[in-house]
């Protein structure tokens, strides 16, 4: 009647994949544990490492907790404590954690009902008072973990994508904090078709390049003509870290999620090594402090 969980980052989008594509980092993410009680209802014990509200029904992860035992009709309540290992704002999907993490420890507790699907269907409730829009690419990712696509929002599909052995990402977080909400703003509201044309091209590759562990067909698809144009100036000397990155060897280097989190996806654990020194140097001297992290994706 006791669980501790390990909740991970995720990377959104992943380049091409605007909304539809996104991956889980093992090595940062958030603990979370969660108490049967007697009383019904939910309530949150201790948040360390991020200030968050108590308020259960507007802290994403007790907010799905309290949904989960409604919708089972419980006759038991839980208590939960949330520990973030990263910060929120950092576009490594702070609160797609909670939420995702909340709703895979409450559905153990209730004799496992749910399926992944329906596990991602009340995670994005989660997102939804987090950040007032229902996206499923962070919570899907944190869920299924490894790598996911959203074939479809309505009715929500997701596919799980296999995850080349040698595959890593090394991330940097710039600590400034760029909103979703602002991020998305920025966006143009049509496209021209030849970029529509070419990003499709780049999903279809990319996903291709996971299934048959072809890293050139990986990094030539690893691309975004539409969104990273816009959000790039969001992001303090993106374009000095992309390159850095590439002329190190990654794979290739984008935004994650809405940012300003960059990440890079490498080959092999000595390429990994070399992008994140270049990417450590690139920032160097900028006078904005930064966090970086290796990892695999898992
Ligand atoms: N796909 C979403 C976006 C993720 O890029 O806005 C938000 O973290």
């Known amino acids: 009647d006791y669980l501790k969980i390990f909740s991970p980052a995720t990377i959104a989008n992943v380049s091409c994949g605007f909304d539809s594509l996104g991956l889980a980092v093992d090595e940062i993410g958030d603990e979370m544990t969660f108490v049967k009680t007697p009383q019904k209802g939910v309530e949150i014990t201790n948040i360390t490492g991020a200030e968050l509200t108590y308020d259960v029904d507007k802290n994403a992860a007790s907010a799905v907790v309290k949904k989960m035992l409604l919708d089972a009709k419980a006759d038991f309540g839980i208590q939960l404590t949330m520990h973030k290992g990263y910060f929120p704002g950092s576009g490594l999907g702070s609160s797609a954690a909670s939420s995702a ?25 989660g997102e939804e008072v987090a950040c007032r829009s229902q996206i499923a690419d962070n919570v899907a990712a944190a869920i299924y973990g490894g790598f996911v696509l959203i074939r479809s929002y309505q009715p929500l599909e997701v596919v799980k994508l296999p995850v080349p052995n040698e595959l890593r990402l090394v991330a940097i977080h710039p600590q400034i904090e760029v909103r979703t909400e602002d991020a998305r703003n920025v966006l143009p509201k049509e ?81 990994t090594e070399q992008v994140y020194n270049a990417i450590e140097k690139s920032y160097r001297n900028k006078n904005i402090d930064f966090e970086m992290y290796t990892s695999k994706v898992n």
């Open 101 to 125: 993490g909340a709703a895979f420890g409450a559905n153990q507790l209730l004799g496992k009902p749910y399926s992944n699907l329906e596990l991602t269907k009340f995670a994005m409730f």
């Open 191 to 271: 496209i021209a078709l030849k970029d529509a044309v070419t990003q499709w091209a780049n999903v279809g590759g990319l996903i291709s390049g996971l299934y048959s562990n072809n890293y050139e067909l990986i990094s030539n698809s690893l691309k975004d003509v539409i969104v990273e144009p816009h959000r790039k100036k969001l992001i303090p000397f993106f374009d000095e870290v992309k390159s850095a990155a590439i002329k190190a060897g990654a794979l290739g280097a984008g935004i994650s999620g809405s940012g300003p989190t960059i990440f890079a996806l490498c080959k092999g654990d000595e390429i």
